[in-house]
């Protein structure tokens, strides 16, 4: 099976499942857990943050981030795309009582100016107060788009003169970094908090790291265990995040790489109407109006291909870890002989 609905689909390589059997655990809700410990420091000192903390998933390192932030009533800013508006599952509203103000822009990207064109007048006491601003890198159903870093940094200024907190959902974020080849000490600059999966591209079953400043993660692990995410001997899975750290952050750029082949097969096939631009390991395209989604992806199952229905006719693939060079041929060559 060539399964390239998510990069979510990968297993632990015999390597990262020896190296998590080895490892030291200890009781993590006492942070007596030196693997987890481990990870947190590592994970903060890349980025340039004072603190890190494990979470089981990035939904619930984002959710926490939007409860430090926020009090109830409040409102965040975010693209009308993002993954904490569109799949977390309300968990804006469930877990904090606040509300989402969605803007649009370019491919799952805000703009400063359509930031502060979205902030309510912290005296107009009829609306809600804006308190936090939130963006994706790489975005997800903008289809693996990068910010240009100095775009991040005029929102920080927008940030910083309204008093607004700025989170970052990194669930990609080192795809983001490999692509562009930043330094991820600037995102630890600007950024309140930032979530990393370690789940996605870098291949650990499970696991997301959120960063903070001091000041911001002071209730963080209170708000992780009222999230129910605190966690015994959980560093066997932090292992698996800490040996992604060392040998699966370099190797995502051959995702990106296959990526960019399989935009440009797709772009030459007569049943394509568009393939959107592929800067990372997402690749978003739409078929001609007379091509039946449902039977495009049926067909390609029969050829033991596996893709993601976005919905509204776009479609979607994700390269990752898992999907070998072999399976790349085999793609390309079942792509270019779809008969439709
Ligand atoms: C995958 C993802 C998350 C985290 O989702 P989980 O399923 O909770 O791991 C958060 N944000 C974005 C943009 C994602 O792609």
Known sequence: MIDLRSDTVT????????????????????????????????????????????????????????????????????????????????????NSGVSCKLIGGDRGMITAENVEAAINPPDFYHS?????????????KGGGACYDFSELERIKTVCDNNGLRYHMDGARLMNALVANNENPNNYGRIFDTISVCLSKGLGAPMGTVLLGTREAMKNAMRIRKVLGGGMRQIG???????????????????????ALEIALVLKSQSYVKTVEATETNIIIFYLEDHINEEKFIKDLLSRNVKISDMGQGKLRMVTHLDYSKDMHETLLEILSDYNH
């Open 11 to 94: 297993k632990p390589t015999a390597e990262m499942l020896e190296f998590m059997m080895a490892a030291e655990v200890g009781d993590d809700v006492y942070k007596e857990d030196p693997t987890v410990n481990e990870l947190e420091r590592r994970m903060s000192e890349l980025f340039g943050m004072d603190e890190g903390l494990y979470f089981p998933t990035g939904s619930m390192a984002n959710q926490a981030a939007i409860k430090l932030h926020t009090q109830p009533g409040e409102q965040l800013i975010a693209h009308e795309y993002s993954h904490v508006y569109n799949y977390e599952g309300g968990g804006v509203s469930f």
């Open 128 to 140: 809600p107060l804006t308190s936090l601003v939130c963006v994706e890198n790489t975005t997800n």
């Open 236 to 258: 066997y899975m932090a292992a698996a995040g800490l040996y992604a750290l060392d040998h699966h952050i370099e190797r995502l750029g051959e995702d990106h790489q296959h």
